[in-house]
């Protein structure tokens, strides 16, 4: 076994630093030409803005901002994290990730038990009839819930792996499969962690976010990297390039659809361009059925997203 260090037992995360940590992470990606404030002498002490100008550009005094960037959001009102958020030029995730973080909404004391995660039935009847088309559900955590026949042929058969690792971080961080599965591994791995940070900005007290966030920390010195950025990032549509072991390069196009009955649960959907090459490797994948998403067909000594953790 590897000598690695044990993850820390599961704390949560503190509301407070991880306000101050993203007010100042987002000001340092700013310069004062950026928001049109002129540029006086050429040695900055801090990257970015400094405290007084974005306090300027907010119109809140220095000491307000000061207090507020430290991480006392106490009784900070909308108008004036709306002023901040132009100021800073944040888009609509960050916007609602600061006002989580500043503005928590209000919990009973006693904190009731996470309850299981259940995919509808109707739900699981939708995913069994997209034949062709490679779906999945998502809970809390990017935890992977449900998925189809054509899911588990692209990206490998998640009902070999116990149900406490089916989670996309843990794949992508921690499956060395799934850095030959995706072509722009980087992104995808930003993409994994901007989505973490935004669901933590809403769950901060749930253990098991923490016990992953330690878990990746300890083994993943990338998820340690993408994880002080402190980027924030909405689940949305967009392509990804997929590297497969029987169908070759595949160009897939995926949606991201929310649920109206659980915020957390999230539909995912992949399809190719009509008369592509990579429908024409959609089609092989359909073809073969289940043999196509068998642990070993992805598997390099034993690494394959079925048996590699």
């Not at 974005?54 to 000491?63: D, E, K, P, T, W």
């Not at 933590?200 to 010195?221: I, N």
Request: aromatic share 8%; glycine share 8%; hydrophobic share 40%.
């Amino acid at each position: 076994m590897d000598d690695q260090p044990e993850a820390a037992s599961p704390e949560p995360l503190d509301r407070r630093a991880e306000l101050s940590e993203f007010l100042r992470t987002r000001r340092a990606k700013l310069q004062p030409q950026d928001v049109g404030l002129p540029e006086f002498g050429r040695h900055r002490r801090v990257p970015g803005l400094r405290r007084e100008e974005l306090a300027q550009l907010a119109g809140v005094s220095v000491a307000y901002y000061t207090r507020l960037e430290q991480g006392n959001g106490r009784n900070v009102s909308a108008e004036v994290l709306d002023a901040i958020a132009r100021a800073l030029r944040l888009t609509d995730a960050e916007h609602a990730h600061l006002t989580h973080l500043a503005r928590p909404a209000r919990h009973k004391k006693k904190r009731r038990p996470a309850r299981a995660q259940r995919v509808r039935t109707g739900l699981l009847y939708l995913l069994e009839s997209m034949e062709g088309v490679p779906a999945y559900v998502t809970g809390a955590r990017s935890d992977i819930l449900a998925w189809n026949p054509m899911a588990a042929a692209v990206f490998g058969d998640w009902g070999a792996l116990p149900p406490g690792e089916r989670n996309w971080a843990r794949l992508v961080f921690l499956s060395p499969a799934y850095r030959d599965l995706f072509v722009n591994w980087d992104s995808k791995a930003s993409d994994m962690v901007s989505y973490l940070r935004l669901y933590a900005g809403c769950h901060p007290d749930d253990p098991e976010l923490s016990a992953l966030v330690g878990e990746l920390s300890v083994k993943s010195e990338e998820f340690r990297r993408l994880w002080a950025t402190h980027n924030v990032k909405e689940k949305g549509h967009g392509t990804k390039l997929v590297r497969h072991p029987l169908a070759g390069d595949l160009t897939l196009s995926y949606e991201t659809l929310n649920l109206p009955d659980d915020e957390e649960q999230h539909l995912v959907t992949y399809h190719a361009e009509p008369g592509s090459a990579s429908a024409e490797g959609l089609r092989l994948l359909a073809s073969w059925g289940a043999d196509a998403g068998r642990g070993d067909l992805f598997d390099d000594a034993g690494r394959g997203p079925a048996g590699g953790r």
